[in-house]
């Protein structure tokens, strides 16, 4: 049949992702016949559209997965979509926005009707695009976490956390988003470094003499003073003893405060006395609850000031406050000085707005008693990180872990299975009276039996649900809960608890660092809590993506790639093979838009050797119907030696989550060996044993290559199956994964041809360093008797390699240009050609000299090794290093001529 000359991934691709979908070749379940094999997907959020870092992600795991599959494993990957509180709202509260209305103007029913149009209308974007790029998940157990079953599991989390008191409400400071009007953990706001000002404040000592007298305090939160209600030092500082039992009045308010003493001060910031604001600082919120100080909280929650501070400032946004208060002390002669000052401000994960530590009623869990086997599972490694840097990371943090804070301000999500009796229950109470945590609303109080109860306004954190995922996809209790179609693919309780003991634990979690604490280290609690058994047992953290400069590439820097074009452009396969070439395990991918041609080229040249192959079958009218390789020289042997060492250095690094070098290593093999060499070697001699075997080495490449560029070695698998006669399953996944095949040819022989192929590389060097173009050449080999026979057969092709017109087997040589244990060889060059090589040679080493020395300006330029990205320096060290063999080969060649 005729095949294209053109490889068209716009139009292949697809074709066989229908193919995929309608023959259910990702569909997994219970077989006692193979071993299980799982991962679950880190589900994206609805709100969600494919960028690239999802597009590494799930390249990996899909890798993983077809290399499972294609050994025979029951693989499982298991789908799903998160609801993304916040960032759901956010979108649709702007849609009603565009309308002129708020969520409150629509009231809370009417808003969940919009969100949940928007989810059907809108959730199941990113799958769809995640099945464009070939990610072959079992895309019938498709889960959200707020579907009716996955829902009750949550809340039953809830209930039983609730019950062993793991789980309480209390006041506490919470990082604030103002914009998103809702509690954050501390994970959700990760501090920045922002360019700000430390103002030293002048607070009046009272004296009984009345004297002015000041105190200096240091702060970078001015507005903030309205809401102090003590001075703190550290008892040890002895500049400060004079003040231990003063009093001083608080500018602006006028109102005395006290005098405490604290070693957590440090003297060392600012001038040793600090402000203590109990209700907007987490370390002022300790210090007040240790001195029993007033707590008082000065902002609403859009950020603006509230009626708790002067006339003056209420209503006014806090920044703008900051600053008029500023002006109104520098009026007042009540600012020492400003100096500017490099903070970490906590920022919003979702909007990137500035965060309040503020003083708060809000649900927590208790976390260290989770944290205990948590940690034990990875000291013991039965959790293992690759790289392994990162066990040390998580350890830390399980080690100073705090409360999580889980009840979210907004609308959509899980909302808390509590009510409070409007009869008995206290707010200000730390006992649980009036409080009823059940699966449904209760009729009475079982407090007081008053039936006057409200439900908790608040919603669960959207990780709340999310640390669940690994069991609660398999529909974990297993109770049979949930709608019909929640339980379309199990028909009862029995088949849930079966597929879950067979699949469960899974076996590897792939992810990005950032979500480490948020999500990974949260679903190893949950899940030895609930199950008692780890949810995986590797946890691959790969790097973060950037552009080619290093800078993390941002929509409001400008600097994305869209893995959407990428694939309009090139294919999804060249996506996904540029992507896992340049991911170097746990390193961060440095990405441009061209590097992407790496990807593109290489399916060029997979397409162009199958219709080299195939075409040279139908031009000689060859029938393949039995791929029995035979060695019908030397070259056929050589072939299958360097497919058997691609074969199990692939296999151990894919075992190793060594996924970049396994790629380069299929790459090398393919591109270099089969076709640089093998293709090439046998273009004089196809004969039916030589197309049997490139249809062999073919096949077993597409395998290779299946699990990195699935729809290129399933198109030209098909073909295979269309030019030959053979007994070939329906799709590549079902083929198996490449074995060893045994080499019936003596080692000797093995390495004499490999020293031909050597050859052939060490005359094209020659060529390039003399400048010979495409002058034809004349080689002299002089050999040992018995090697004699080798070179006839196959001088053939190594002179139609090398460009030469002869070579000639000689006992002796006036020079030797290359040598190596088996032969030497001289190129016929006469004594004029000779001069005018060395002076060629001359100018070569002197540009490489040239070019060493500016490489080592750059590397021991301390400036540049400080501030260049790591992959610059290392490009340059790279460099560096060639430039020197370079050097020295060509200053060995000149002396051969002279």
Not at 111 to 124: A, E, N, P, T, V
Not at 773 to 797: I, N
């Amino acid at each position: 049949m005729e095949i294209s000359s053109r490889y068209n991934p716009k139009e292949t691709e697809p074709k066989i992702l229908q193919r995929w979908l309608k023959g259910s070749v990702y569909h997994a379940k219970k077989d006692p016949s193979k071993e299980p094999f799982s991962i679950v997907i880190p589900p994206p959020n609805i709100t969600g559209i494919l960028h690239m870092g999802h597009a590494l992600n799930n390249t990996i795991q899909d890798v993983l997965i077809r290399y499972r599959r294609m050994q025979n494993y029951q693989a499982l990957w298991m789908p799903g979509t998160d609801h993304a509180g916040i960032a759901t709202q956010n979108v649709v509260e702007r849609a009603l926005a565009k309308e002129g209305k708020t969520k409150e103007d629509i009231g809370r029913e009417e808003f969940q009707k919009h969100l949940w149009s928007w989810r059907d209308k809108y959730g199941s974007t990113i799958i769809d695009q995640l099945k464009t790029i070939g990610a072959s998940c079992d895309w019938g157990r498709l889960r959200f976490t707020m579907d009716q079953a996955y829902s009750q599991t949550v809340g039953g989390v809830f209930l039983e956390l609730f019950k062993q008191d793991l789980i309480y409400r209390g006041n506490y400071i919470i990082n604030w988003c103002p914009r998103c009007k809702t509690a954050l953990s501390d994970e959700e706001a990760a501090h920045k470094e922002v360019d700000g000002w430390l103002y030293y404040l002048r607070y009046p000592v009272k004296t009984k003499k009345n004297e002015k007298k000041f105190i200096i305090v240091a702060t970078t939160r001015p507005e903030t003073m309205l809401g102090d209600t003590a001075i703190a030092i550290n008892p040890k500082d002895k500049r400060y003893d004079w003040l231990k039992n003063a009093k001083v009045i608080l500018p602006i308010v006028d109102k005395e405060l006290s005098i405490i003493q604290d070693e957590a001060v440090d003297p060392e910031f600012g001038t040793g006395v600090v402000k203590v604001t109990p209700a907007h600082d987490p370390v002022d919120f300790q210090l007040g609850k240790k001195h029993n100080l007033e707590f008082i909280n000065i902002m609403n929650e859009d950020a603006t000031l509230n009626k708790n501070v002067p006339e003056t400032f209420q209503g006014i946004d806090r920044f703008e406050a900051r600053a008029m208060l500023v002006e109104l002390l520098t009026k007042k002669k009540l600012i020492e000085k400003k100096e500017p000052y490099n903070l970490g401000a906590g920022h919003c994960y979702r909007c990137n707005t500035i965060v309040e530590s503020r003083i708060s009623l809000q649900w927590f869990v208790k976390m260290k008693p989770l944290a205990q086997e948590a940690i034990k599972v990875v000291q013991q490694d039965k959790v293992k990180f690759y790289p392994n840097r990162w066990k040390k990371v998580y350890l830390n943090w399980m080690f100073n872990i705090q409360d999580w804070c889980i009840s979210r301000q907004i609308w959509w999500g899980h909302r808390i299975p509590v009510w409070y009796c409007q009869n008995c229950y206290n707010p200000n109470s730390n006992d649980k009276k009036g409080i009823i945590a059940a699966k449904k609303a209760p009729k009475k109080c079982s407090d007081c039996g008053s039936d006057k109860l409200t439900q908790d306004k608040d919603v669960l954190d959207t990780w709340f649900s999310s640390w669940l995922w690994p069991f609660a996809t398999f529909g974990w209790p297993f109770d049979g809960r949930g709608t019909k179609d929640d339980r379309r693919r199990t028909k009862n309780k029995k088949i849930q608890e079966e597929e879950f003991e067979y699949f469960y634990p899974t076996n590897t979690l792939v992810t990005a660092s950032e979500i480490l604490f948020f999500w990974v280290a949260r679903m190893i609690m949950a899940s030895l809590k609930f199950t008692g058994k780890i949810p995986f047992s590797d946890v691959i953290i790969h790097g973060t993506v950037r552009d080619d400069e290093g800078i993390k590439m941002s929509k409001s820097l400008g600097n994305v790639i869209d893995p959407l074009e990428i694939t309009d452009k090139y294919g999804a396969d060249a996506l996904r093979f540029s992507l896992i070439f340049l991911a170097a395990s746990g390193s961060d991918v440095y990405l441009s838009s061209d590097k992407f041609l790496t990807g593109r080229n290489f399916l060029n040249k997979i397409w162009n050797a199958a219709r080299f192959i195939f075409s040279q079958i139908q031009n000689k009218k060859i029938k393949i119907d039995k791929l029995d390789y035979k060695l019908e020289d030397e070259s056929d042997a050589w072939i299958l030696n360097q497919l058997n060492k691609t074969i199990i250095d692939c296999s151990g690094l894919i075992e190793n989550y060594r996924l970049d070098e396994a790629i380069k290593t299929a790459y090398d093999f393919f591109w270099h060996s089969f076709c640089d060499w093998y293709l090439e070697i046998i273009k004089d001699n196809f004969s039916k044993t030589k197309a049997n075997n490139s249809v062999f080495i073919l096949l077993s490449s597409l395998k290779l290559l299946h699990p990195f560029i699935p729809f290129i070695s399933e198109k030209i698998f098909s073909l295979i199956k269309q030019n030959c006669s053979l007994d070939l399953a329906d799709f590549i996944s079902e083929s198996g994964w490449p074995l060893e095949k045994k080499i019936n040819l003596e080692p000797q022989s093995l390495a004499v041809f490999t020293k031909i192929v050597d050859s052939v590389d060490k005359i094209r060097d020659l060529r390039g360093d003399l400048g010979l173009g495409q002058q034809k050449l004349s080689l002299q080999v002089k050999t040992e008797a018995k090697l004699k026979e080798v070179w006839a057969r196959h001088k053939g092709w190594f002179c139609r390699l090398v460009n030469a017109e002869t070579i000639t087997l000689v006992d002796s040589l006036e020079r030797v240009f290359y040598q190596n244990k088996y032969w030497a060889i001289n190129l016929k060059i006469g004594s004029a050609d000779l001069a005018k090589f060395s002076h060629a040679l001359d100018k070569k080493i002197n540009n490489f000299n040239s070019l060493i020395k500016k490489t080592e300006g750059k590397l021991k330029n301390k400036k540049f090794i400080k501030n260049a990205p790591k992959n610059v320096v290392e490009k340059e060290k790279s460099k560096k290093s060639d430039f020197s063999h370079q050097l020295t080969r060509l200053k060995n060649l000149k002396e051969i001529i002279v």
